[in-house]
């Protein structure tokens, strides 16, 4: 069964800055497309960033520019780098993953089968 471990969330004032980190009890990192979540309070969860196994990103168009997605296949983990954080960026973050059976990328939230906690992340002055 793999786990996900997620961590770096908070509180931050917007403009500022966050590293979200998700860590995976699996050894075949490698072979897995993953991707970050966000669901604020009565919205939908919605997609944030994708990378796939093999490294390629996708963005949403509201964090394009602002966030970076990125993998370190030998520490079995995934990162979301935020900056210039604004309120509605305030919202709890799930990391996922999904073997990767395919070469399209995995954009929607029915496709992953493995998802962490969530760690909430909070822009507010």
């Known amino acids: 069964q793999v786990q996900l471990v997620e961590s770096g969330g908070g509180l931050v004032q917007p403009g500022g800055s966050l590293r979200l980190s998700c860590t995976a009890s699996t050894i075949v990192f490698d072979l897995y497309a993953m991707g970050w979540y966000r669901q604020a309070p009565g919205e939908q969860r919605e997609l944030v960033a994708i990378?796939?196994?093999?490294?390629?990103?996708n963005y949403a168009d509201s964090v394009k520019g602002r966030f970076t997605i990125s993998r370190d296949n030998a520490k079995s983990t995934m990162y979301l780098q935020m900056n210039s954080l604004k309120s509605e960026d305030t919202a709890v973050y799930y990391c996922a993953l999904e073997p990767a059976l395919r070469s399209n990328p995995y954009t929607r939230v029915h496709e992953y089968t493995y998802w962490g906690q969530g760690t909430q992340v909070t822009v507010s002055s």
């Open positions: 990378i796939s196994k093999d490294g390629d990103t």
